[in-house]
């Protein structure tokens, strides 16, 4: 399952939204049960001051509370309330007073706060509930002098946890329902985002039960790059496999020749021996050379990019050497940045059979350039020979004439570069140079 990427996206979408909704829970939860204390404990403070307001001291000096019906808080008349008041003298043991709300619950004794102090605690009573204590410092001056009094409110905590209980089910039941409804929504469009996928390996199927011979669908950019890419792979393929059977024709036929003049080469002894090593070097020569037209690979989409310029310097260093007696003079305008994406030894063999001819034919001067055109680019060759004549261009173009290399002059050596330059998808033209003899432009695509 792994293997999948539907699978693999699945996963990785439904881990990230649980993540982030638990996360997210978290963070709502928190701050709500923050805000609920809160705001419970404010309401508390606001009625500990109100009900400091009603306290006072006799002339014995003994604390004085209003009656049960006129205290501030009605809460704290009502047994069992959930609200809860006392006070204590500093010192003294026993309670100095206490709600009628409290009744015969036994308060806790918590610690005195110094006059002015607030101090807020949660305590467990008897009867097992948890509470929200609030303790306050207070005096009253008198004609009698100073007394301090301590005052405490308590509030039961159920009905907060019960509010945190019911945010809780409607909090999580809601980030359940939305986590679904995401989840359906991502499986949704995952399934549409990988539909060009899907097709892409039907076609693909297709193509292997042969029911057609390319990607043929319209794509997303980013899916129809891969389908070009195997399109261009598929074609070169199809291009290797001709390759090979025009080679093997191309073979059949150029060994015709040669077979035959070692037939008759029978009835006549005393050459024999002869004509057998002629035509054995000669039929060497032509497997070797239809083995290499056979092996040109064509194969741009991962072939490193080879500078042109200094090929050129290399191949006209070798061929002035070749053809020193005729002192021609290379002008070499090849742009240093132009890149040929292929094999190095295919780039050679255009390129060499293009200036042999070139040189050969030439009366002293060869000039060749290359440029970048946007998407295409070319190099030229230019000689001021002879030139080649209009009927005679598409002739010498075609693949297989004269394979049995017999053809003199320019035949030959451009046939082999047609067959590779076609095989990269691009195309030879020959028209008259400006040097006024033959020019041979190479034009590619990529």
């Known amino acids: 399952m792994t293997s999948s990427l539907y699978f693999r996206l699945s996963l990785a979408a439904l881990l990230v939204l649980s993540i982030f909704l638990a996360a997210t829970g978290a963070v709502l939860d928190q701050a709500f049960v923050a805000s609920l204390r809160l705001s419970m404990r404010e309401r508390m403070l606001g009625q500990m001051y109100l009900l400091l307001t009603t306290a006072g001291v006799d002339s014995a000096g003994q604390l004085t509370m209003p009656l049960p019906t006129d205290l501030p808080e009605p809460r704290l008349a009502l047994p069992d309330s959930g609200l809860y008041a006392f006070a204590a003298i500093p010192g003294q043991n026993g309670l100095a007073w206490q709600s009628p709300s409290l009744g015969n619950r036994k308060p806790p004794t918590p610690a005195m706060p110094a006059v002015g102090e607030k101090q807020w605690t949660e305590a467990r009573l008897e009867d097992g509930q948890d509470y929200d204590l609030l303790g306050f410092g207070f005096q009253r001056v008198t004609p009698s002098g100073i007394h301090p009094f301590s005052f405490y409110l308590m509030a039961d905590l159920a009905p907060l946890h019960q509010q945190i209980e019911l945010y809780r089910r409607r909090l999580w039941g809601g980030l359940g329902g ?173 390129l060499g059979n293009l200036l042999d001819n070139a040189f050969k034919w030439s009366g002293g001067r060869v000039h060749i350039e290359g440029r970048r055109d946007g998407q295409h680019w070319m190099v030229a060759v230019h000689d001021d020979g002879p030139g080649i004549a209009a009927a005679d261009i598409e002739r010498i173009l075609q693949r297989g004439v004269r394979a049995d290399e017999s053809a003199p002059g320019h035949g030959l050596g451009l046939a082999v570069a047609a067959d590779i330059v076609e095989a990269y998808q691009g195309r030879i033209r020959i028209g008259a140079s400006f040097l006024g003899g033959a020019a041979v432009v190479v034009e590619f695509l990529h």
């Open 178 to 350: 939305i986590a679904l409804l995401l989840l359906t929504s991502q499986v949704l469009l995952l399934r549409w985002g990988l539909s060009p996928l899907r097709r892409v390996r039907g076609e693909l199927e297709a193509i292997e039960s042969g029911e057609r011979e390319q990607i043929a669908g319209r794509y997303p950019r980013e899916v129809r790059q891969l389908s070009d890419k195997i399109n261009a792979l598929l074609k070169q393929e199809r291009a290797r496999q001709t390759r090979y059977r025009n080679a093997l024709a191309d073979l059949a036929h150029s060994l015709k020749t040669p077979l035959a003049v070692l037939r008759g080469a029978t009835e006549h002894p005393d050459t024999l021996a002869a004509t057998v090593d002629e035509q054995a070097s000669r039929m060497l020569r032509i497997v070797e050379r239809q083995l290499q037209r056979a092996a040109t690979s064509a194969d741009t989409a991962l072939a490193a990019a080879i500078p042109i310029q200094p090929l050129v310097e290399r191949l006209a260093a070798s061929l002035g050497k070749v053809y020193r007696g005729k002192n021609i003079a290379l002008s070499n305008q090849v742009d240093p940045a132009l890149r040929f994406r292929g094999d190095e030894a295919d780039l050679m063999e255009i």
